[in-house]
């Protein structure tokens, strides 16, 4: 630990010095010292300290470059110095009352008596400053290396006391790989309604805390199997269907997981969350949808619309930026867009509306569909990523033939002002739309031509030009 602990000791030693020589204690905690342990340091440190916020101001005044106040209220003070973000809080223990959302705070006054408010053992250890006493009152250590999450005190006391804990067992099942102690999953089976009294912006970043992790399927498990998933993603256990012998489907559910594994294992560039929200979201309408058929089939009719209107509902209530929300449902409602594709049908005008439809999702959309091939038979498998392989090699021929990326059509406002003789208005708008019809559907044909059809369409339409 020691060597770990030294890419941390300048600011950290310094900082315990500043509180010594006032006489307060200050000590590394939580996250902090846990990632110390797993050799996953960054660059935002946790503290508490038995000063109160007002005396913690004072102290890092002078010290810190930069000094935030927005968490003061809940005993938070934020610091930047140099190319570290701290955040100081003063000892303390929360509790919800039955109707509030909001954490009642009450300051303590030992660092022994923080640590058994933290949410899991493997959080509730600490690093005294400056002296560097390591403080595990709750065999943080051992959990740590048994992988497993289990809290200080009792499970339903914990919970009770911040029920946003047991989403946070599950984001860290997913971000670390560990395990959840037994009592800690009973508890959570049956206090999961507790859950409701939380904010939808807590549970929201939790959720997408879990969806980004290493390991989002074990997270979402949890919440699954302790009925959590019921109260804050209801759309997920729906999606495990019945099967009986008779109508012989797929589980959504265990598909829906492997769609997501596979998402991600076409990620380039680190866990991209529109992404796994798509994979995650991309059949929730099949439930919606499902009708049993002639002969034993299951059928799942346009569940893609109605999945993309149920991905942007669940994640409008759960408080995600517009543009997130617009994007997670759209990728939805294209998902099912390349079965058309047949062998190789698509006209040159199908791929170029393909590509328009996706926008700047469209490899995001690439991903989404290959990762949607779950099956088993490896021949159909094999025939369906070729057939892909060469959906993209035509929009690659296509986009440097077209600039496909870019399709506008060949002629801009003011030349079809120019050419009919009107003014800005609604005629050109509707004009605009004709051309960008055409271009989709015949490809770059020249602006005299463009001109020429232009003029026959505003005749067709009593347009004077």
């Not at 290396?145 to 006391?161: M, Q």
């Not at 995600?320 to 058309?340: C, Q, T, Y």
């Not at 600039?403 to 060949?410: A, C, H, N, S, T």
């Amino acid at each position: 630990m020691s060597e770990l602990f030294r890419k941390i000791a300048p600011v950290a030693d310094e900082l315990g010095e500043l509180f010594a020589a006032k006489g307060y204690q200050i000590a590394l905690v939580g996250g902090s010292v846990r990632d110390v342990f797993l050799r996953r340091i960054g660059n935002d440190l946790d503290l508490t300290t038995d000063a109160r916020p007002e005396a913690v101001l004072d102290l890092v005044r002078g010290w810190a470059d930069s000094i935030w106040t927005i968490g003061i209220d809940y005993g938070t003070i934020g610091v930047r110095k140099g190319g570290w973000q701290l955040e100081i809080t003063t000892y303390r223990s929360e509790s919800y009352d039955s109707t509030s959302r909001k954490p009642e705070v009450a300051y303590g006054d030992t660092l022994e008596g923080d640590l058994a408010r933290r949410d899991f053992a493997v959080n509730a250890m600490a690093l005294r400053l400056p002296s560097r006493e390591f403080v595990d009152p709750h065999g943080g250590l051992d959990d740590l290396h048994a992988k497993v999450l289990r809290t200080p005190g009792p499970p339903e006391r914990s919970f009770d006391d911040d029920p946003l804990r047991m989403l946070r067992a599950a984001r860290f099942a997913a971000q670390l790989g560990f395990t959840v102690d037994p009592a800690a999953l009973a508890a959570m089976t049956a206090m999961a309604e507790r859950i409701e009294i939380v904010s939808a912006e807590r549970i929201r970043d939790e959720l997408d805390k879990l969806i980004r992790g290493a390991h989002p399927r074990e997270g979402l498990k949890i919440l699954v199997e302790t009925g959590l998933a019921a109260h804050v993603l209801p759309e997920l256990p729906k999606l495990r269907l019945e099967i009986d012998e008779h109508h012989r489907h797929k589980d959504v559910y265990e598909h829906t997981l492997i769609v997501l594994e596979q998402a991600i294992g076409l990620e380039e560039n680190g866990p991209d969350g529109i992404l796994r929200w798509a994979a995650l979201l991309h059949d929730v309408g099949k439930p919606k949808t499902r009708r049993h058929e002639p002969g034993g089939r299951v059928s799942f009719h346009h569940h893609e619309v109605v999945g993309a209107q149920l991905a942007k509902k669940r994640m409008t209530e759960l408080k995600f930026p517009k543009d997130v929300v617009a994007d997670v449902s759209r990728l939805v409602e294209l998902h099912l867009r390349f079965h058309g594709y047949g062998t190789g049908e698509w006209t040159d005008s199908a791929v170029r509306r393909y590509v328009r439809d996706a926008g700047h999702l469209l490899d995001r959309l690439h991903k989404l569909t290959r990762a949607d091939c779950t099956t088993r038979n490896r021949r159909k498998a094999q025939a369906l990523s070729q057939t892909y392989d060469q959906l993209e090699e035509r929009i690659a021929r296509l986009a440097e033939e077209e600039e496909l990326g870019k399709i506008r059509p060949e002629l801009d406002g003011n030349e079809i002002q120019e050419i009919l003789g009107v003014s800005p208005g609604p005629v050109v708008g509707r004009a605009y739309k004709f051309l960008l019809e055409m271009r989709l559907d015949k490809g770059v044909v020249g602006k005299e031509a463009a001109a020429l059809a232009l003029r026959e369409w505003a005749g067709e339409n009593g347009i004077a030009s």
